[in-house]
C-alpha cells in the first residue's frame, strides 16, 4: 500500500495538466495572439507577501507589453513568478499553497502572480502554454524561464535561487 501512495505522489508531482512533460527552459513569447477580453480585476503587488491575480491587461502594463516589443524587456522593479493555472487542474490547486507560502517567504523581494489560462486566452497564446501548471520566473535583467509540472516547494526554491541569485 505504501509504494502505491508513493508511486502516486510521485506521479502527481511529474504530470501537469495537460499531459505535455515537465521543461525547465527559457521563454519569451512565441508571438501567437489570439484577441480575448481582460477582466476589470487588477491589484498591486503589497509587502505583506500576496500571490495577485493577473489580467491580460495587467501582464501588459506591469511585466512586458508584448504587443509593442518583439524583444522581452521586463518593467518590474523585482522579479517576479507567474503561475499560469486553471480552476479545475488538480496539480495547479497543488502548486497554490506553495506559491503563497513563497510569496510570504520572499515578500519585498520577489512578486508572485497568477494567470488563469481559462480567461486570459491572449496571454496563454503568446506563452504557448499547452500545459498547466506552468511557472514563469521573471529575472530583472534576463529572459524570463518556464518550468511546466507540479513540483515540491524546495524545487522551486532552488528554481529561484537559481534563475534570480545564481551569478551566470
Not at 46 to 53: L, N, P, R, S, T
Request: hydrophobic share 35%; glycine share 6%; proline share 5%.
Amino acid at each position: 500500500m505504501k509504494i502505491v501512495v508513493l508511486l502516486w505522489a510521485t506521479i502527481m508531482f511529474m504530470v501537469a495538466c495537460g499531459g505535455k512533460s515537465q521543461t525547465y527552459s527559457s521563454s519569451q513569447p512565441s508571438g501567437e495572439r489570439s484577441e480575448s477580453k481582460s477582466s476589470n480585476k487588477t491589484s498591486t503587488p503589497k509587502q505583506g507577501g500576496e500571490v495577485i491575480y493577473l489580467t491580460t491587461q495587467d501582464f501588459i502594463d506591469k511585466i512586458f507589453d508584448y504587443r509593442t516589443n518583439k524583444q522581452w524587456k521586463f518593467k518590474g522593479s523585482r522579479p517576479c513568478v507567474i503561475d499560469f493555472y486553471a480552476d479545475w487542474c488538480r496539480p495547479c490547486k497543488m502548486v497554490a499553497p506553495i506559491m503563497q507560502e513563497l510569496a510570504v517567504e520572499y515578500a519585498g523581494k520577489i512578486d508572485f502572480y497568477k494567470v488563469n489560462t481559462d480567461k486570459e486566452r491572449e496571454l496563454a497564446a503568446v506563452f504557448g502554454i499547452q500545459s498547466i501548471p506552468s511557472i514563469l520566473f521573471c529575472p530583472l535583467n534576463d529572459k524570463p524561464v518556464m518550468a511546466i509540472g507540479a513540483y515540491p516547494k524546495e524545487e522551486y526554491v532552488r528554481m529561484i535561487e537559481e534563475v534570480f541569485y545564481s551569478k551566470k
